[in-house]
C-alpha cells in the first residue's frame, strides 16, 4: 500500500464527486483535460495561503483550508464568473494536519458544486495551501479592472471591515467574538458578480487587501481618479456594527481592513436605481485624473497609503 496515495484518494478525491461537464479528463490522470465550447471564456486564478502569514496558526487547519478557497473564490467572483473546478496543492505537517485541511477544501467544494480537478499533496515544515480555481464567463464579458469610465459612479456589493475586526478580536483572545466568523468564513460574493456581469458591468475587482489599496488598481488600470465619499461609505451596513465596538477607529477598519471579499465596481450612472434595488452601496464616482481621494463634504481629504503588503 502507498500511505500518499491512498491518503490523497481517501481524503480528497472520494470524497468530492463532482465532475463538470465540461471535463474531459478528471481528477487521478497526471493533469485534467477540459473542452470548453465556443462561447465561453475560461477564466483560471491562483492563490497561495500559508500559516502565520495568511492565517494566526492557533486557527483551526479546516477553517484555514477552507478559507484559502473561499478567498480563491472571490477572484472568480470578480471576474463574473460561474465557478467550476479547483486545483489543489496542500503542503502538510503531518497527517493530521493534512486530515483537518481536506476537511475543510472537502466542504467548499460540496457547499459550491465544484470539481477537484487536480493537485498535489507534499509534506512541508510549514501547513499551506495553493488553491487555484477555473471558471467560465460567456465570451466577451469578463469583468476587468481596467475598464472604469471618467464619470461612473463607484459601488460595493458586500460588507468592509468586518473580517479585519474579527481577525483583531481572535488575536487579543476574543475568540468567540462577535466578529470572527466573518475572518474565518469569508463569503466570496459569486452570485453578485454574476448579477452585475448580466446588468452590463464591466469593472470591478474583489476587495482583498483594503478598500483604498484595491481601488487603485482600478484607478491605475482604468487611468482615472476614484474619488470615495466618506458620507457614504458610512452608509455601510457594517460601519454601523462597527462604530459600536470601534468607535472613531470603524472607519479605518472600513478603508484598510482587508480580506473583506466585497466586489468593488464602477457603473455608469443610468444604472444607478436598479443596483439600489440588489443592495450595493454607492460610495463615490470617477472622473479625470489619476489617483483614490477620499472626500468628505465636497473637500479632499488626506488618508494614510496602508493596507497589506507582504514585502513591506
Ligand atoms: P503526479 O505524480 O502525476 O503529479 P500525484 O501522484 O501527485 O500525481 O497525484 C495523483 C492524482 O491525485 C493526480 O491526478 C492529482 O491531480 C491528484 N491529487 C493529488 N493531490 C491532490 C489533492 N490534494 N486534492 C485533489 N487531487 C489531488
Ligand atoms: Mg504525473
Same mark, same amino acid.
Given at each position: 500500500m502507498n500511505h500518499e496515495f491512498d491518503a490523497i484518494s481517501r481524503l480528497f478525491r472520494q470524497r468530492v464527486p463532482f465532475q463538470h461537464a465540461f471535463t474531459t479528463l478528471g481528477n487521478g490522470d497526471d493533469a485534467s483535460a477540459h473542452d470548453i465550447p465556443e462561447g465561453f471564456e475560461f477564466v483560471i486564478s491562483t492563490d497561495t495561503a500559508v500559516e502565520s502569514i495568511h492565517w494566526p496558526n492557533d486557527t483551526p487547519l479546516d477553517i484555514a483550508a477552507s478559507r484559502a478557497v473561499l478567498a480563491a473564490l472571490s477572484d472568480l467572483a470578480a471576474m463574473g464568473a460561474e465557478p467550476a473546478w479547483v486545483w489543489l496543492a496542500v503542503m502538510a505537517k503531518d497527517t493530521a494536519a493534512l486530515e483537518s485541511m481536506s476537511q475543510g477544501i472537502v466542504r467548499v467544494c460540496h457547499e459550491h458544486q465544484l470539481e477537484l480537478a487536480g493537485g498535489d499533496t507534499v509534506r512541508s515544515p510549514t501547513n499551506a495551501l495553493n488553491v487555484t480555481v477555473g471558471g467560465l464567463v460567456p465570451k466577451g464579458l469578463t469583468m476587468q479592472r481596467s475598464l472604469a469610465q471618467n464619470n461612473d459612479e463607484i459601488w460595493l456589493m458586500g460588507e468592509l471591515g468586518l473580517s479585519a475586526a474579527g481577525l483583531m478580536q481572535w488575536q487579543t483572545n476574543h475568540k468567540t467574538g462577535c466578529f470572527v466568523h466573518h475572518f474565518q468564513k469569508p463569503t466570496p460574493q459569486l452570485k453578485a458578480g454574476i448579477t452585475l456581469r448580466k446588468m452590463g458591468i464591466q469593472c470591478c475587482l474583489d476587495v482583498s487587501d483594503g478598500l483604498l489599496q484595491d481601488a487603485s488598481h482600478i484607478s491605475k488600470a482604468s487611468q482615472v481618479a476614484m474619488c470615495f465619499e466618506t458620507e457614504k461609505i458610512q452608509k455601510i451596513a457594517s460601519y454601523q +456594527? $462597527? +462604530?459600536? #465596538?470601534?468607535?472613531?477607529?470603524?472607519? *479605518?477598519? #472600513? $478603508?484598510? %481592513?482587508? *480580506?473583506? /471579499?466585497?466586489?468593488?465596481? @464602477?457603473? @455608469? +450612472?443610468?444604472?444607478?436605481? +436598479?443596483? $439600489?434595488? #440588489?443592495?450595493?452601496?454607492?460610495? %463615490? /464616482?470617477?472622473k479625470q485624473g489619476h489617483e483614490v481621494k477620499l472626500m468628505s463634504h465636497g473637500e479632499e481629504v488626506k488618508f494614510k497609503h496602508q493596507g497589506y503588503d507582504h514585502f513591506a
Amino acid at each position: 500500500m502507498n500511505h500518499e496515495f491512498d491518503a490523497i484518494s481517501r481524503l480528497f478525491r472520494q470524497r468530492v464527486p463532482f465532475q463538470h461537464a465540461f471535463t474531459t479528463l478528471g481528477n487521478g490522470d497526471d493533469a485534467s483535460a477540459h473542452d470548453i465550447p465556443e462561447g465561453f471564456e475560461f477564466v483560471i486564478s491562483t492563490d497561495t495561503a500559508v500559516e502565520s502569514i495568511h492565517w494566526p496558526n492557533d486557527t483551526p487547519l479546516d477553517i484555514a483550508a477552507s478559507r484559502a478557497v473561499l478567498a480563491a473564490l472571490s477572484d472568480l467572483a470578480a471576474m463574473g464568473a460561474e465557478p467550476a473546478w479547483v486545483w489543489l496543492a496542500v503542503m502538510a505537517k503531518d497527517t493530521a494536519a493534512l486530515e483537518s485541511m481536506s476537511q475543510g477544501i472537502v466542504r467548499v467544494c460540496h457547499e459550491h458544486q465544484l470539481e477537484l480537478a487536480g493537485g498535489d499533496t507534499v509534506r512541508s515544515p510549514t501547513n499551506a495551501l495553493n488553491v487555484t480555481v477555473g471558471g467560465l464567463v460567456p465570451k466577451g464579458l469578463t469583468m476587468q479592472r481596467s475598464l472604469a469610465q471618467n464619470n461612473d459612479e463607484i459601488w460595493l456589493m458586500g460588507e468592509l471591515g468586518l473580517s479585519a475586526a474579527g481577525l483583531m478580536q481572535w488575536q487579543t483572545n476574543h475568540k468567540t467574538g462577535c466578529f470572527v466568523h466573518h475572518f474565518q468564513k469569508p463569503t466570496p460574493q459569486l452570485k453578485a458578480g454574476i448579477t452585475l456581469r448580466k446588468m452590463g458591468i464591466q469593472c470591478c475587482l474583489d476587495v482583498s487587501d483594503g478598500l483604498l489599496q484595491d481601488a487603485s488598481h482600478i484607478s491605475k488600470a482604468s487611468q482615472v481618479a476614484m474619488c470615495f465619499e466618506t458620507e457614504k461609505i458610512q452608509k455601510i451596513a457594517s460601519y454601523q +456594527q $462597527l +462604530q459600536a #465596538i470601534h468607535g472613531s477607529h470603524a472607519l *479605518e477598519l #472600513i $478603508l484598510h %481592513g482587508g *480580506e473583506d /471579499y466585497a466586489l468593488l465596481f @464602477t457603473a @455608469t +450612472q443610468d444604472k444607478h436605481q +436598479q443596483l $439600489l434595488a #440588489i443592495g450595493a452601496y454607492p460610495l %463615490g /464616482y470617477c472622473k479625470q485624473g489619476h489617483e483614490v481621494k477620499l472626500m468628505s463634504h465636497g473637500e479632499e481629504v488626506k488618508f494614510k497609503h496602508q493596507g497589506y503588503d507582504h514585502f513591506a
